[in-house]
């Protein structure tokens, strides 16, 4: 009886802390994004809280504020400064696109007279000029319309975005401060064993300061190769144009080519060949060679996963959660790829066939050690275990 009453007791506790646990995440749904940056830019910057802690002895508190406002005025104020800029442009570029459709029509009769064959080949499969001029029309005015919108509203929910921000930098400084102690709770809370969980967490961390540093870095400063060469060829929105190349080159694949060959094609059009074919050279050996040369030097070899599932999960991640799964997107594939590897590890090791004998493997602080033999398999063997068999 009071074996039945313990067991009932211990499974209502399991009941409750699993319901507080849900009600609880979804109290903080609402501030997902809030969370999500805060652990990022927590992984991202404890290298440096540490440094500042160990090297210069500094106590945690101040520690842990420089290293918010180093990422302040490195990251926030410029990302600031960006927004702010693509506002104005954006705006600016819808009242072009708006009043300046007969330049694109011009451009479009250009490229008929430089290349007739493609005229031909359209023509062939129904395509008229005068269908070709209406749908560029009609794409032009909608993608001005798209980025006035969203350009307007990201200006008109300042109020909201600095509210967010200032949740990011309150949030991330208890995470810095106490993040080894978070770590260390987790892991002790989690029931996966402590050698799994720790190296959970390291793949976790390396894969979030690899996907920043090899991602966002490397995207930024191709985004800002295209925006100084726009800049220089004084192609108007240059700064927008920028932050566009920048979102496109998270995405494998795609690219800053998606805007950069389209307008040296469209420069080549209406007669500016040297601007145009200057674009073309820039974008493909500068731009292009970006990822090529940083990326390596960002990016560890050893968190680097493989191109098709960074594809793959990149995409899945923005189609899903946004722009939160360009991190959140290799993050699940890590996940996948870890666990994945310490099953495969322990089935090697005979772990689950001893499991399933009813023989629990010891742990060592250095991961599996091989389970104690059964009495059958001990008469079974005549060879004595060796000194690295033993825990």
């Given at each position: 009886?009071h074996?039945?009453?313990?067991?009932?007791e211990?499974?209502?506790?399991?009941?409750?802390?699993a319901?507080?646990?849900?009600?609880f995440?979804?109290?903080?749904?609402?501030?997902?994004?809030?969370?999500?940056?805060?652990?990022?830019?927590?992984?991202?910057?404890?290298?440096v809280?540490?440094?500042?802690?160990?090297?210069?002895?500094?106590?945690?508190?101040?520690?842990?504020?420089?290293?918010?406002?180093?990422?302040?005025?490195i990251?926030?104020?410029?990302?600031?400064?960006?927004?702010?800029s693509?506002?104005?442009?954006?705006?600016?570029l819808?009242?072009?696109?708006?009043?300046?459709?007969?330049?694109?029509?011009?451009?479009?009769?250009?490229?008929?007279?430089?290349?007739?064959?493609?005229?031909?080949w359209?023509?062939?499969?129904?395509?008229?000029?005068?269908?070709?001029?209406?749908?560029?029309?009609?794409?032009?005015?909608?993608?001005?319309?798209?980025?006035?919108?969203?350009?307007?509203?990201?200006?008109?929910?300042?109020?909201?975005?600095l509210?967010?921000?200032?949740?990011?930098l309150?949030?991330?400084?208890f995470?810095?401060?106490?993040?080894?102690?978070?770590?260390?709770?987790?892991?002790?809370?989690?029931?996966?064993?402590?050698?799994?969980?720790?190296?959970?967490?390291?793949?976790?961390?390396?894969?979030?300061?690899?996907?920043?540093?090899g991602?966002?870095?490397?995207?930024?400063?191709?985004?800002a190769?295209?925006?100084?060469?726009?800049?220089?060829?004084?192609?108007?929105?240059?700064?927008?144009?920028?932050?566009?190349?920048?979102?496109?080159?998270?995405?494998?694949?795609?690219?800053?080519?998606?805007?950069?060959?389209?307008?040296?094609?469209?420069?080549i059009?209406?007669g500016?060949?040297?601007?145009?074919?200057?674009?073309?050279?820039?974008?493909?050996?500068?731009?292009?060679?970006?990822?090529?040369?940083?990326?390596?030097t960002?990016?560890?070899?050893?968190?680097?996963?493989?191109?098709?599932i960074?594809?793959l999960?990149?995409?899945?991640?923005?189609?899903?959660?946004?722009m939160?799964?360009?991190?959140t997107?290799?993050?699940?594939?890590?996940?996948?790829?870890?666990?994945?590897q310490?099953?495969?590890?322990e089935?090697?090791n005979?772990?689950?066939?001893?499991?399933?004998?009813?023989?629990?493997?010891?742990?060592?602080?250095?991961?599996?050690?091989a389970?104690?033999?059964?009495?059958?398999?001990?008469?079974?063997?005549?060879?004595p275990?060796?000194?690295k068999?033993?825990?």
């Amino acid at each position: 009886m009071h074996d039945n009453m313990q067991r009932f007791e211990a499974r209502a506790f399991l009941f409750l802390l699993a319901a507080s646990s849900v009600l609880f995440g979804w109290l903080l749904q609402p501030f997902f994004d809030v969370l999500f940056w805060s652990v990022v830019i927590a992984v991202l910057f404890s290298p440096v809280n540490a440094r500042l802690r160990d090297r210069y002895g500094l106590r945690p508190n101040l520690a842990s504020l420089l290293t918010v406002l180093l990422c302040l005025f490195i990251i926030i104020l410029p990302l600031s400064w960006l927004l702010y800029s693509c506002v104005a442009e954006g705006v600016a570029l819808y009242d072009r696109l708006s009043s300046g459709t007969a330049s694109l029509m011009n451009a479009v009769d250009r490229l008929r007279e430089h290349f007739p064959e493609a005229q031909a080949w359209l023509a062939e499969y129904g395509y008229t000029p005068e269908q070709i001029k209406a749908s560029l029309s009609k794409t032009a005015l909608s993608m001005g319309s798209l980025i006035a919108k969203n350009t307007v509203a990201l200006g008109g929910s300042a109020a909201q975005l600095l509210t967010n921000l200032a949740l990011v930098l309150y949030i991330s400084f208890f995470l810095v401060r106490d993040g080894g102690r978070i770590r260390a709770l987790f892991i002790r809370a989690m029931p996966f064993g402590d050698h799994r969980e720790e190296r959970l967490f390291q793949k976790f961390a390396g894969v979030m300061r690899a996907t920043v540093k090899g991602s966002l870095l490397v995207a930024m400063a191709q985004g800002a190769l295209g925006g100084v060469m726009f800049w220089f060829l004084d192609i108007r929105g240059a700064v927008l144009w920028g932050v566009v190349m920048t979102v496109l080159s998270l995405i494998p694949v795609v690219g800053s080519a998606l805007i950069w060959l389209p307008t040296a094609l469209y420069l080549i059009a209406i007669g500016h060949y040297w601007e145009g074919g200057l674009l073309i050279a820039y974008g493909a050996c500068v731009i292009g060679l970006a990822d090529n040369i940083l990326r390596p030097t960002l990016v560890g070899r050893d968190t680097k996963l493989p191109d098709f599932i960074v594809l793959l999960s990149t995409l899945g991640g923005f189609m899903l959660f946004g722009m939160d799964g360009f991190v959140t997107g290799p993050t699940l594939a890590v996940l996948f790829v870890t666990v994945w590897q310490i099953f495969m590890e322990e089935c090697e090791n005979g772990v689950y066939g001893k499991y399933l004998r009813g023989v629990v493997p010891p742990y060592t602080p250095d991961g599996l050690c091989a389970a104690e033999s059964t009495p059958e398999e001990k008469a079974a063997s005549s060879t004595p275990p060796s000194e690295k068999d033993e825990c």
